[in-house]
């Protein structure tokens, strides 16, 4: 049985931490810190990502001793099912933009009950911007209502995605979306899954893809691009899981389901290949 969570209190305490956190990150940025890379070489970690990770599992447990954690760093817990308050945590999201560039990286937290979105924040450190909502209550940035998402032409839209999909890679056949970049306005690519979308939630872009996101990269951002009316699903257009990788493709309705049915779906019809990201 889930016990009853105040709310409004967790969203409190998570903007004081998520605050405290980006002035810890920040001035980091005076001080030396070590690199490592994960997965692959491009798939960085420092000492920061780890250390802001504790940071916020100690205040949690030491807070909420019933709920769980999600960290991408692995500090927090083993979770295998959906039940009760989860916390889904990316300390830094953008590491790689963190080593090289100091900014365009973000802390993300979605918090979920049984399955269900309830809080989410995307804190844009060195801009001290930051998305948040609670679940029914509106999508804001710092203290300002954002405004629903508005629905454009293709022609007149840009959409986020990394060069990497459009050029030679095992995941997705380029020629899915290099027609579109023709159609469209223009591309942008920030290096953030989370500034991506929250970007999208604040109606900055009117869509992102990503082929290869993880449950900490993308809860947040989903509850806010859905807080504010747009659409979020694998790109294949089936339902995020949350205890999974996923291909990730979200946007405003209209753009989702212009780029679903005239892209996307004929793309696969042809039989270009789509792979998600927990195959090789
Ligand atoms: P991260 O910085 O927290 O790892 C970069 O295109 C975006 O994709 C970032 O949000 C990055 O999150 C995310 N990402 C997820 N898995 C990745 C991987 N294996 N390699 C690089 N970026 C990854
Ligand atoms: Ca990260």
């Not at 798939?43 to 250390?51: A, Y």
């Not at 979308?197 to 869509?207: K, Y």
Request: glycine share 8%.
């Amino acid at each position: 049985m889930t016990q009853q969570t105040n709310w409004n209190r967790v969203y409190d305490d998570t903007i004081k931490w998520i605050k405290e956190a980006g002035e810890e990150i920040m001035s980091s940025f005076t001080t030396s810190f070590n690199i490592e890379s994960k997965s692959n070489p491009n798939d960085l970690v420092t000492d920061i990502d780890k250390q802001t990770e504790k940071f916020f599992i100690q205040k949690i447990k030491g807070t909420y001793p019933n709920h769980r954690i999600m960290g991408e760093e692995g500090f927090g817990d083993k979770i295998e099912d959906l039940d009760g308050v989860i916390w889904f945590l990316d300390p830094i999201d953008g590491t790689m933009n963190f080593v090289h560039q100091q900014t365009n990286f973000a802390i993300s937290i979605g918090i979920y009950e049984d399955g269900v979105g309830k809080l989410a924040f995307i804190y844009d450190v060195t801009k001290d911007e930051l998305y948040h909502c609670k679940k029914g209550s509106g999508l804001y940035l710092n203290d300002k209502k954002v405004k629903p998402l508005q629905s454009t032409n293709l022609s007149e839209s840009l959409l986020a995605i990394n060069a990497t999909w459009v050029t030679e890679n095992h995941r997705i056949d380029p020629r899915t979306f290099s027609p579109l970049l023709k159609k469209i306005r223009g591309t942008r690519s920030y290096g953030s899954a989370a500034i991506e979308m929250a970007f999208v939630a604040a109606g900055r872009l009117d869509g992102y893809v990503s082929l290869r996101l993880a449950p900490w990269d993308f809860a947040a951002g989903k509850m806010l691009i859905e807080e504010a009316g747009g659409i979020c699903t694998t790109v294949d257009n089936k339902e995020i899981d949350l205890l999974d990788k996923n291909t990730i493709f979200v946007g405003t309705p209209k753009f989702h389901s212009q780029v679903q049915k005239e892209y996307i779906q004929p793309a696969l019809d042809q039989n270009f290949y789509l792979r998600t990201p927990s195959t090789k």
